[in-house]
């Protein structure tokens, strides 16, 4: 990855990260024996360093969102070998409970609230990082991280966005998760259809697929933050990342030029027909996005994660997956490169002290081997360690959008302190269904970031 990449979002997420948090938290969780001997998380197998660890431990309870494959297999892979390699000598066992995407952060958000939050949990960083590490839900793990050398397995970028306030208290796992076109390469060479790399030849190439009987762009908008991806790359496109930042830190709006030009930009290609009838009433939870994609739609923008879901979903269209990044705004002064994303899918922090951290850092370390790695990478993923590559074919595509990238701008939905970042979801699906004006959306976004900034200023 450019170190430029690294530097830029080292710089952003030092920006997004001073936000107030929720508030109400519980003592973290800690071990029945806090001194006991605890294994290297930075050794390939970690249980060779541990003969004589406590045998007093208890459950260390892990909730994610692994629902589905090839999720599944990757992240049961930490589970499996710290329970079968190292609760023998710890007394700790791992249990890992999953829950589907959307309904899992509600899920937190509720046990949070009630003081019951897990012993090791997932998450998407930005905002509500800081929130958790505020309200004492997030432990700092700099420390083990330096301990066990931890740095250098992952990326400085991946751990620049778990980072708050120069301590580290999340790992990144998984995936460097970043928002492209995916088509099907043999459904378009049939079709004579091109990559376009302006808005304009995108727009071109909409058209004619309206006219051959088909759906440009397979959207599944029922949980908001999908639709989001449109009005975030418009945004960039138009007026660059500092539109959001410069929000964020009050020296500017979410009212202006480049939020309107979204608006109005997606409600003209909804009256055009380029998104699915009915489309903020479908799942992506429940893959309407890539089942439209599968029986025909033209393309379809969204995370680098649905590589690896249809590489397990739909082997034979994986075949002939491609993706491209989002096109050009001609005449935007703008840089035309900059791409929304992550690096890292997702990210895990700990609301536990003392040997149970440790045992539960040593457990989701087992996510930067090198066999671990390669698991992932064959699943369709590209894990935020130095150490990767993939020659899976739709990551070549992806990478070429990575390596060009001079900028990264973090989901806005991860960025915004969450009361905004709701905001803007639901604000932002009415672009969809025409239920508001461009410049009422706009406003919107506006009034919750002046609420939040009055509040926490």
Known sequence: ???????????????????????????????????????????????????????????????????????KT????????????????????????????????SKLAVAMGAGECPDVYTHWTGGSLAEYVKSGYAQDLTELVDKY????????????????????????????????????????????????????ELEALCDKMV??????????NQPQWTGSMYYMYLVTRHGGPDIVTNAYDGSGSLVNDSTIYAGQKIQEWVNKGYFPAGVNSLSPDNGDDRALLY????????????????????PEFYENLGCFAFPALEGSSADQ?????????????????????????????????????????ESG?????????????????????????SAVQLWWDQYLPAAVADVHKSASQKCFDASATPEAIAQEQQDAMDEYLAQNG
Request: with cysteine; net charge negative.
């Open 74 to 105: 990757v992240f049961s892979y930490a589970v499996d070998q710290y329970n079968t390699n190292d609760a023998p000598n710890s007394g700790f066992t791992i249990e890992q409970v999953s829950t589907v995407n959307d309904q899992y952060k």
């Open 337 to 377: 490169t900059a791409i929304v994303g992550t690096l890292g899918d997702v990210f895990i922090s700990f609301n536990c002290t003392g040997e149970k951290l440790e045992e539960a850092v040593k457990m989701v370390s087992y996510y930067s081997t090198d066999e671990w790695m390669k698991l992932d990478i």
């Open 149 to 200: 050398g931890l740095r250098d397995r992952y990326t400085e970028a991946s751990l620049a966005q778990g980072t708050v306030d120069g301590k580290i208290y999340a790992l990144p796992t998984k995936n460097n998760s970043i928002a492209a076109f995916f088509y099907d390469k043999a459904m378009w060479a049939e079709k004579g259809y091109e990559i376009p790399t302006t808005i304009a």
């Open 211 to 220: 006219a051959d009987g088909i759906v440009p762009f397979a959207l599944a």
């Open 295 to 314: 029986q025909g739609a033209g393309m379809m923008l969204q995370g680098s994660w649905q590589v690896g879901s249809i590489k397990s979903e739909n």
């Open 381 to 405: 993923n590209l894990p935020p360690l130095k150490a990767a590559t993939s020659e899976e074919p739709a990551w070549q595509d992806l990478l070429v959008i990575l390596n060009d990238a």
């Open 1 to 71: 990855m450019k170190k430029k990449l690294a530097l830029l979002l080292a710089a952003m997420m030092l920006l997004s990260l001073t936000l107030a948090g929720c508030g109400g938290g519980k003592t973290p969780n800690t071990g029945n024996n806090p001194g006991g001997e605890t294994s290297d998380p930075g050794d390939n197998n970690p249980s060779d360093s541990n003969p004589g660890g406590s045998s007093n431990g208890g459950t260390i309870t892990f909730w994610n969102i692994a629902t589905d494959e090839p999720d």
